[in-house]
């Protein structure tokens, strides 16, 4: 069982910056691929950023990338959303989640075994 716990979200002005934070309890992190996801009122929720157990591997949403950077601290069991750029599409709450099946990394919610609670991103025009 691991359980994981976001921090890190708030309100921020358009062109702001936000790092969201996903720490993880319970069995080794470092056996779980992790992933972002989004997910904005009224709609489905959807990718934004996974990376690979080691931290060697990311990828990302089109709609984020060069603006997000995903990473992740095995020796803090924690991964990090860093947000750059923001825009007010961007607002939603935002979960972390992980993945014990052995796959490098997945951009799809249905691998993922373990999800947070989430945290809200707000971002103003």
């Known amino acids: 069982q691991v359980q994981l716990v976001e921090s890190g979200g708030g309100l921020v002005q358009a062109g702001g910056s936000l790092r969201l934070s996903c720490a993880a309890s319970g069995r080794t992190f470092s056996r779980y691929a992790t992933g972002w996801f989004r997910q904005a009122p009224g709609k489905e929720r959807e990718f934004v950023a996974a990376i690979s157990r080691s931290g060697g591997n990311t990828y990302y949403a089109d709609s984020v990338k060069g603006r997000f950077t995903i990473s992740r601290d095995n020796t803090k069991n924690t991964v990090y959303l860093h947000m750059n750029s923001l825009k007010p599409e961007d607002t939603a709450v935002y979960y972390c989640?992980?993945?014990?099946?052995?796959?490098?990394?997945?951009?799809?919610?249905?691998?993922?075994?373990?999800w947070g609670q989430g945290t809200q991103v707000t971002v103003s025009s």
């Open positions: 989640a992980a993945a014990s099946a052995s796959g490098t990394y997945y951009t799809s919610p249905a691998p993922y075994d373990y």
